[in-house]
């Protein structure tokens, strides 16, 4: 989603509680608006952000102002904007890729489920393509100063990464080294790390890398089950919304009174807990 606008800020999180309430694990992928759009834009789409953050398990925030370089004032403005619809569609179509094709070392849904159950709501998101003789060591170079990943500061603080490289036949375990070499030199030694290969015959001749990187490490917000059940999209098993370790408390000198039941919801418990909605923080 674009946020700022009417459709991205308004929809997208009735979207969000859509999914949650249908027992969906959700990533978001939000672009924010670029700073010369002005300060309502931009504060629309900071409350739509908020709104998204209670029901999503995990945010991608692609800030508009972070894929220009300081270089590129004459850049023109249609061009900026194409900039960033492509970075959301790379985004959306490498992850799909990186799940839906047979990898050598595949990831599941459950490390990416991991990923976002821990990284207190929000995580960055970088990919890279190249080609040629050094293409390995070039795709790392790249994600190294990725501008989503703040020139590699973000590498440098990540508190868990996920790596995903695609490439055709001719993908070389060689290159798979390399990618992750450079990339483990800037890690910081703890980090929870998983990384996955995938094989595409459309790719012969390029490699593609994306990583999906999170500052922080915490407990998640719910006592979520879905991330012991090995979740893939060939496989997805139903489970209960988990919720937060704690339960509605007794109503005291009104416990001996009928409940308030509408459209047969007992509407004496709490909204959050009939809705299984994720409070944040």
Same mark, same amino acid.
């Given at each position: ?7 991205? !800020? +308004? *929809?997208?999180?009735?979207? #969000?509680?859509?999914?949650?309430? &249908?027992?969906? @694990? %959700? =990533? ?102 190249? !080609? +040629? *003789?050094?293409?390995?060591? #070039?795709?790392?170079?790249?994600? &190294?100063?990725? @501008? %989503? =990943? ?102 005291? !000198? ?28």
């Amino acid at each position: 989603t674009g946020l700022g606008g009417g459709t991205g !800020s +308004g *929809a997208s999180p009735v979207i #969000a509680r859509l999914a949650r309430e &249908a027992d969906t @694990p %959700l =990533l978001c992928l939000a672009t924010l608006p670029f700073a010369f759009e002005g300060n309502g834009i931009m504060k629309k789409a900071t409350e739509g952000l908020k709104k998204l953050r209670a029901y999503a398990d995990a945010i991608v925030r692609v800030p508009n102002e972070m894929l220009l370089g300081r270089d590129e004032a004459d850049i023109p403005a249609e061009e900026a904007f194409a900039r960033s619809q492509r970075i959301a569609a790379e985004a959306v179509l490498s992850l799909w890729r990186l799940l839906a094709h047979t990898g050598v070392y595949s990831l599941d849904f459950a490390c990416i489920h991991t990923l976002l159950r821990h990284c207190d709501g929000f995580c960055h998101f970088a990919a890279v393509e190249t !080609s +040629g *003789a050094e293409r390995g060591k #070039a795709a790392a170079d790249e994600v &190294a100063k990725h @501008p %989503l =990943l703040d020139k590699g500061k973000v590498l440098k603080k990540a508190a868990g990464i996920i790596v995903g490289i695609s490439g055709g036949q001719d993908l070389a375990i060689g290159e798979v080294q390399a990618v992750m070499a450079r990339l483990q030199e800037k890690l910081p030694e703890e980090a929870w790390t998983r990384t996955g290969v995938a094989i595409d015959s459309d790719f012969d001749g390029r490699l593609s890398v994306i990583v999906l990187s999170a500052e922080h490490w915490k407990e998640p917000l719910m006592d979520d089950e879905r991330a012991q059940l090995g979740f893939s999209f060939d496989n997805r098993i139903r489970q209960e919304q988990g919720q937060l370790p704690f339960a509605p408390t007794k109503k005291g !000198s009104f416990d001996n009174l009928e409940p308030t039941i509408h459209d047969n919801q007992d509407l004496d418990v709490p909204t959050y807990i009939r809705r299984n909605i994720k409070l944040p923080r």
